[in-house]
């Protein structure tokens, strides 16, 4: 089936500063990429959608300017969490819609900020 | 809007037994697509099954199969023959026919499986 690569699967950074996380589709387009947030025992919160050559669709409450997101070709959609702070640690997914009505997911981000 | 519920934070079943986990959700589509996710440790989201909401017969694959009951707005999961290995966070999930196949989520169950 399809997949969609994450990476880093975890990662640790000091206050303050920024953190890249790339999501690639391996074998299909993906013309869209969802961004989600995941707190311990939760469900997965969206944060926002990107599409391949536009701005992305930021929900309600996530700060554009902290959570930038960049899906400049059809495999590959950023996430960059910039001035990172302790209350954004937290595990981070992305997922592309395929061809049929399923989503794929990433391995997921887990982002510690010390 | 669409919401989905799940009103089991918790299920345990005993290996080789069976366990059903509940889901409802809201909407006024007609057209959509329910889902079944689920999320080991490794916290992977796998699929597990879906249906189609214009099809009447309950979706099965091996041993995990739905009872999909459009009118009512339910749509649980019945897990047979429990195995240590479907111990995991279980998401029921809807996604709108035509959508950008966005979904909307519930809460998760975790389904613990005692040996």
């Known amino acids: 089936g399809a997949v969609v690569s994450q990476h880093p699967s975890w990662v640790i950074c000091k206050s303050g500063t920024s953190v890249k996380i790339e999501c690639r589709s391996l074998?299909?387009?993906?013309?869209?990429m969802f961004w989600y947030r995941q707190f311990p025992k939760q469900s997965l919160m969206l944060m926002a959608t990107?599409?391949?050559?536009?701005?992305?669709?930021?929900e309600q409450g996530v700060e554009k300017d902290k959570f930038l997101i960049n899906h400049a070709s059809l495999t590959l959609s950023t996430l960059t969490v910039t001035s990172a702070h302790p209350e954004d640690s937290s595990f981070y997914i992305c997922?592309?819609?395929?061809?049929?009505?399923?989503?794929?997911f990433g391995q997921g981000t887990r982002l510690t900020v010390v | 809007a669409q919401t989905v519920t799940q009103s089991q934070p918790e299920m345990s079943v005993q290996e080789a037994e069976t366990v059903t986990l509940s889901c409802t959700y809201d909407?006024?589509?007609?057209?959509?697509?329910l889902f079944w996710y689920k999320q080991p440790p490794s916290r992977q989201m796998i699929l597990v099954i879906r249906?189609?909401?214009?099809k009447q017969q309950n979706a099965t694959e091996n041993r995990f199969s739905v009872n999909f009951q459009k009118a009512a707005k339910s749509f649980s999961l019945k897990i047979s023959d429990s195995q240590l290995g479907d111990a995991a966070m279980y998401f029921c999930?809807?996604?709108?026919?035509?959508?950008?196949?966005?979904?909307?989520w519930g809460a998760g169950t975790k389904l613990i499986i005692k040996p």
């Open positions: 997922s592309a819609p395929g061809l049929g009505a399923e989503a794929f």
């Open positions: 074998d299909f387009q993906a013309t869209t």
């Open positions: 990107s599409n391949e050559g536009s701005k992305a669709t930021y």
């Open positions: 909407t006024s589509e007609s057209d959509y697509y």
């Open positions: 249906q189609e909401a214009y």
């Open positions: 999930a809807y996604r709108i026919w035509d959508s950008n196949y966005q979904l909307i």
